[in-house]
C-alpha cells in the first residue's frame, strides 16, 4: 500500500505532563488504524519521523512521542546515557497517553484498537506499555534493547510480532531465546521472526551497512503492516491462548 499522507508536528497531555510528538497519516479523510510508534535511543531524530511516515504510507495515523522532550542526544555513548537515564514509568505513561491521543483524532475511529510499535530501546517500552496497561491491541517488538523482568510478560495479553536480526550483538541470541522461552512458559501468542545476516536496528541504513539489510528491512515492515491491519482492524480477539511463534530465517 502506498498513498499520500500528512506529516505535522503534534502534542497531547499526559497526566500532569505534556507530551511532544510527531504524527503523520494518509492525505485522505476517512479513518484508518492508529499506530504509536517508539523510538530508539536516539530520540525523535530524522530515521524517528522517517519510520512514522513509512507508517502513514501504509494506512495508519502514527504518532511518535518524544521520548527525551526535544532533545537528540549526538554520538553514541551521549545517547546510551540518555537511554539510561531515562524515567521508565513516566515514559510508559506518555507512550499509554497517546493512545488516548489517537482516538481523539477524527481520522481513528473511537473504539478502535490501537497498535504500538517500536525499536531499540522503543522495543522494550513497547513491552513494558502491553505488560502494563489495556491501552494497546497489537504490539511489534523490533530488536528490543530493554529487557523487562520475565514476570511483567505474564502481563500480557494482546499478540505480538518480533523482529531480530541473527549478527544482532546489542540484542544476542541469548537474549532472545530467553525473552522466547518467558514468553512460551506463560503461553503467549506472538510471532518471531529472525532475519540472516543483518545486525541491530537494521531498519535503518546508517546503523546496519550489511548487503542484506535493505531487503531484510523491506520484508519486516511488509509483515509489520500486515500483521497491525489484521490485528487492528478485525480485532475480535485470539482464539486461544497458545502461542503463535513461527521463526523463519530470511
Known sequence: MATNILSLHAGYDSGDSFVDGY?????DSGTH??????SGMGGLNWFQREITRTFA?????????DLYDGVLPEGHATQLRYKNSLDIDHAIANICAGSNFLHSLPWVEDKSPIGVVGFC?????????LARSNAFGAGVIYYHSLFPDSGELNSIEAPMMCHYGTND?????EEIDAFRASLDNYNKYYELFMYEGVGHSFLNPKQDTSPLRADAAALS?????T?????????DGIEGTESGEQEIDK
Request: glycine share 10%; net charge positive.
Open 33 to 38: 488504524p492508529g499506530l504509536v510508534v517508539i
Open 121 to 129: 530501546l522503543g522495543g522494550g517500552l513497547a513491552l513494558l506499555a
Open 23 to 27: 504524527v503523520a497519516r494518509p492525505a
Open 221 to 225: 515492515l511488509q509483515r509489520t503492516a
Open 227 to 235: 500483521f497491525f491491519h489484521e490485528h487492528l482492524v478485525q480485532n
Open 57 to 65: 504510507r501504509e494506512g495508519f495515523v502514527a504518532v511518535s512521542p
Open 169 to 173: 550483538h546489542t540484542t544476542p541470541i
